[in-house]
């Protein structure tokens, strides 16, 4: 069984850093995405990364985040720099055990395990 715990987020203000870990159990074989979830929206995709190591950027996300796994894929990161205020959100990990393709990362119905979160503010 699949389980994920992330971690890294916090305050940080308007041009700042931070990088989220999320640590998993079970999740080798899994792809893995990070998903953002603003105060009363949904989920939205912000990257993700395939088993082979291919991997899918937001274009909100695109040059300012970076996604990464250790080299024994039981945690993946996810890089935050030149962050936003419109970057808030309670961020998310994901699993999806089948292959992940470019129309597909993004959509969080097609992800199986999730995690509990961790929130990210960033100030203007």
């Known amino acids: 069984q699949v389980q994920l715990v992330e971690s890294g987020g916090g305050p940080v203000e308007s041009g700042g850093s931070l990088k989220l870990s999320c640590a998993g159990s079970?999740?080798?074989?899994?792809?893995l995405g990070w998903f953002r979830q603003a105060p009363g929206k949904g989920r939205e995709g912000v990257a993700a990364?395939?088993?082979?190591?291919?991997?899918y950027y937001a274009n909100s996300f695109k040059g300012r985040f970076t996604i990464s796994q250790d080299f024994g894929k039981s945690t993946v990161f996810l890089q935050m720099n030149k962050l936003k205020p419109e970057d808030t959100g309670m961020y998310y990990c994901?699993?999806?055990?089948?292959?992940?393709?470019?129309?597909?990362?993004?959509?969080?119905?097609?992800?199986?395990?999730w995690g509990q979160g961790t929130q990210v503010t960033v100030s203007s």
């Open positions: 079970g999740q080798s074989d899994n792809n």
């Open positions: 994901a699993a999806r055990l089948f292959r992940l393709v470019p129309s597909n990362w993004a959509y969080p119905g097609l992800y199986n395990t």
């Open positions: 990364i395939r088993r082979d190591g291919v991997t």
